[in-house]
């Protein structure tokens, strides 16, 4: 009954830890599986966090996905988007959203493919990426974990900054730059490895390390045995379902696969 | 008393090509949209555009109207890449200086407080550096010497903003909950046009319980244009909600070829009103919903 | 009929010409006469002019001194302290306010007297004097022109800059300084002198540039045939009364004489 | 959920000898008395003060607590020089760090937005220079190469605020019509403390449509303490007006032998409710008109 979950329901869960033990930091989830795991972490081990109605208001009840019907939120404080900088900038704050591109070095693209002066193909431009990265806890969500996102050499377009010495200006300060999970389709990453490697922390259920390396540009470090990924418990599944009522987690993965549904090998795009 | 109402016209006859122009809003929200239309209408061009861009950037850049962009996102929200921003930017139509969103404001508070910089660590090691190449870092003169970006003022020629109601004196209100920069790209501004939904003969007599969602005081405001609806296709919250229907039409056509040339034909050629009765009219516009996050 | 008004009136109409052909500005006139002034000039000449209630708003009518009985101000803006700085650092503001002491240069001094780290006697402090001076218009109201207020030297501490090149370093742009009028119970003065040298404008009725040559502590820029300060007409009066309904404009100068009462001669105090 | 709630004295006993605390308010309005008293009673000493100066500052002077102050004015408003800040200036008691209004709000938003400093022109060519002499100058690395001072972040060790509504959690709300510097001198502060009029369990759910009245999000407010009439003397507007006659006496005390002495054991040495009976009790502090300007 327990294994009985999907696996953006796993991933889901997965995201909601990057949220564990921040203390009181505006939790910004981009996208339906960070802002679910977002909303799960609050319900659940971290009541502290704040979170918006993802408009200009605070809410201490993280509002549900989607039309709303009856529910009207409540809001504790205000939030505008003036208001997000000086949170951002202020360094009281954790985004997880989902990249393009990830590099070795954690750095990451919002902006697009190729020659950032003439791009291939433009995507949404730097957004909120450097200022996010160089003031706050950052963590990451990749739905298709494969070596087009987690890219051979740099990324395209560098927007959010990682731990590159290369990149810094002498006398720069990266005091604040602290990145934390990469949560994706195959396994959860974070940056505990040497000099913030990327480190493979927990493969989900039916994935090999070799494939997580097979899909990853790069080398990943990772040590002894590895964990399986934790999936929801039945009371994280209820309050899944309470902030996802009409089932928009089931669009984020391909098919909306079972958690142990068995995996193609050799995943290359 | 003075009355600085004016024509959609007579703002677009006041730029010159050339200028640096700010346009308020965010993404598909609130954005000053009569005003972009009566832009493309006109022969204005070469403009440096600053923005948190959605629909008005990329209109502007289809009808080959932006040499030059500052920008932090081009997006529709709900259609993430604004799709003729995308096809600007493919074709290397456009310069771009592509901007941390923080970064963008911080640059229009530079030139608002009338300092030539303000310092920020935001931008640092990214390629916001490669992109305006132009951008000095500067060093802390105090103990800590730290080396911080040196964000530019963006100082604006011209600022566009729709509000809910203003009056003919230049006083301004926005009724949404969020103001989003319109403040700070007025400041940065010589001058600044608004749009409005509702025209009042005074503020001060009609709407006083209201003062404090004035978003900046009228010594900024220069001329103020009547506009039901005119924010139109963009959200303005609470009144109304973005017409995504339109904007879904508007993407399908940056893909097709005489694309833009159909829109233009059929959206912008005519003059506002019956701009507001090809959309659907005002009952339907009333009506759009906010939408739901 | 028309010559029947107090020295304070006068001085009122007199303040109220700082704010003529200004633009779109921030009238704050701090005092009875200074506010009665700026009130004055929305009223006639400039009513483009911009005023608050005192608090946190924008009125499009002066709100008059004093208890207000059944009038209610209605508020055109906001103009919040936070954004007061915002306005006078933008620029599109002009303030007059009462310094305790002025200098050749037009430095003011609001902080007190004596020694900066040990004052003999502690004013208010700096208050926003560095900040309008450097920023936008600046006026000046001395209601008790002598040397105490116009210093043979240096003000005792410098709170808003002046044209003093000694004081300035070297790279920093003094080009926002805008120093306009200094009125006084004797006379009007200006900037308009040989490097912005204090010059007299005007006299008041029955003073002679004598008079205010030995009250002031450095020599005054003058020229020609010297106006007589206008006094206010019926219809400025009229307005005078209905901003100061409860007559507070009686306090400012000792005794409330009319503007034409002989002057003491050499007054020094 | 959490529990943010304490005693003024828990607040106090929170804080160390030789720190760096920041007021809220503006002169005589909104001060978080109820705590500066509680200061009062302790033996909390040794202090740097960064405060736009009412009888916050004039009361933590007379009592010997104040090392350093950065301020720019110390007024009652009515009163314009508060009387126990001029003695202890007068006295050379206190390292006067005097500034401009404007420029002690910048370096609270240096300090807001973790920068080493903030660049303007306000402060050149002016004693502000000669009484902070630690002060240094930036040259803009543009064009221009203007020379401007720089502003260092004003870091505070704690901030103390008074509101109008807080929960539990720390959110919070003010609803006079100037936040004033509330939010600066939160955000500038490693922690922050608020008394409150009303403690409520939930903002969200008591008072959900005043969201806006928020002046800072909760992970700023470290501690909150229920403490109705915390503003007395000062006002609290638009729930009651500042004690022209209670600041009066307390001012004519600055002129007699023993009057510290005196005005402490009148007012300070008896515990909070105590002072509020000696003060009026609720009804008449209710009853304080608004001042009118």
Redesign the interface.
């Known amino acids: 009954m327990q294994d009985d979950y999907t696996l953006a329901e796993l991933l889901i869960v997965a995201a909601a830890e990057a949220w564990r033990g921040n203390?009181?930091?505006?939790a910004s989830g981009i996208g339906i599986v960070p802002r679910l795991g977002a909303g799960l972490a609050k319900l659940t081990h971290s009541?502290?966090l704040?979170m918006t109605?993802?408009?200009?208001?605070?809410?201490?009840?993280p509002?549900p996905l989607?039309?709303?019907g009856t529910y009207v939120p409540?809001?504790?404080?205000?939030?505008?988007?003036?208001?997000v900088?000086?949170?951002?900038?202020?360094?009281?704050r954790h985004v997880m959203i989902g990249p393009i591109q990830i590099d070795r070095f954690g750095q990451t693209n919002l902006?697009?493919i190729g020659d950032?002066?003439?791009?291939?193909?433009?995507?949404?431009?730097?957004?909120?990426?450097?200022?996010n990265?160089?003031?706050h806890l950052n963590s990451m969500f990749v739905p298709n974990h494969g070596p087009r996102v987690f890219v051979a050499g740099e990324v395209d377009?560098?927007?959010?900054?990682g731990y590159?010495p290369a990149?810094?200006?002498?006398?720069?300060?990266?005091r604040?730059v602290d990145l934390r999970l990469i949560v994706t389709d195959l396994c959860v990453l974070d940056f505990g490895g040497k000099e913030h490697a990327i480190r493979v922390r927990s493969l989900h259920p039916n994935v090999t390390l070799e494939q997580v390396q097979a899909a990853t540009g790069f080398p990943l470090a990772s040590s002894g045995q590895l964990p399986t990924s934790a999936g929801p418990t039945a009371e994280q599944l209820a309050l899944i379902r309470r902030l996802d009522p009409h089932g928009m987690r089931a669009t984020v993965i391909k098919g909306n696969p079972s958690a142990f549904a068995p995996r193609a090998t050799g995943k290359l795009p | 008393m003075f009355d600085k109402t004016l024509s959609a016209g007579a703002v677009v006859a006041a730029l010159k090509d050339g200028m640096t122009l700010g346009i308020g809003g965010?993404g598909p929200r609130r954005k000053p949209m009569a005003l972009v239309r009566e832009i493309l209408r006109s022969k204005l061009t070469d403009l440096t555009v600053v923005a948190y861009g959605g629909p008005d950037v990329g209109m502007l850049c289809a009808a080959g109207k932006v040499r030059r962009l500052y920008?932090?996102?081009?997006?529709l929200d709900a259609i993430?890449?604004e799709p003729w921003?995308?096809r600007a930017?493919?074709?290397?139509r456009i310069e771009?200086h592509?901007?941390?969103?923080?970064?963008l404001?911080w640059g229009l508070r530079a030139a608002a407080m009338r300092v030539p910089f303000l310092p920020?660590?935001?931008?640092?090691?990214?390629?916001?550096l490669?992109?305006n190449p132009d951008f000095r870092?500067v060093?802390s003169p105090y103990a800590d010497?730290?080396?911080?970006l040196a964000m530019p003022a963006l100082n604006l020629d011209a600022a566009l903003l729709h509000v809910d109601r203003a009056d003919r004196l230049g006083n301004v209100q926005t009724l949404g909950?969020?103001?989003?920069?319109d403040e700070w790209f007025a400041r940065a501004a010589t001058r600044t046009y608004v749009t409005c939904e509702e025209l009042c003969e005074r503020l001060d007599l009609a709407h006083s319980a209201d003062a404090r969602c004035n978003i900046v005081e009228r010594s900024y405001i220069s001329g103020v244009v009547a506009a039901r609806f005119g924010a139109h296709p963009t959200s303005n919250p609470p009144a109304y909600g973005w017409d995504m229907e339109h904007l879904k039409a508007y993407t399908g056509l940056a893909t097709e070829a005489g694309g833009w040339e159909r829109y233009v034909n059929e959206f912008v050629s005519a003059p506002e009103p019956q701009y507001l009765e090809r959309v659907g009219g005002a009952a339907r516009l009333a009506a759009l919903p906010p939408p739901?996050?």
């Not at chain 1, 109605?53 to 009840?61: H, K, S, T």
């Not at chain 1, 377009?157 to 900054?161: I, P």
């Not at chain 2, 010497?145 to 911080?148: A, H, K, N, P, T």
Request: charged share 25%.
């Open positions: 203390g009181e930091v505006l009541p502290e704040m109605d993802a408009e200009a208001y605070l809410v201490e009840e509002v989607g039309p709303r409540r809001f504790s404080g205000y939030m505008s988007f003036a208001r900088f000086d949170c951002v900038w202020g360094g009281r902006s697009g950032p002066f003439k791009p291939k193909v433009q995507m949404l431009g730097m957004r909120g990426l450097p200022g990265s160089i003031s377009v560098v927007g959010g900054v590159n990149r810094w200006p002498k006398g720069a300060s990266d604040h | 965010w920008y932090g996102f081009v997006s993430p890449v921003f995308r930017r493919e074709a290397g771009a592509e901007l941390d969103e923080g970064l404001q920020t660590r935001v931008g640092l090691a990214t390629d916001v490669k992109l870092t060093q010497g730290e080396v911080l909950p969020d103001p989003y920069f739901v996050f």
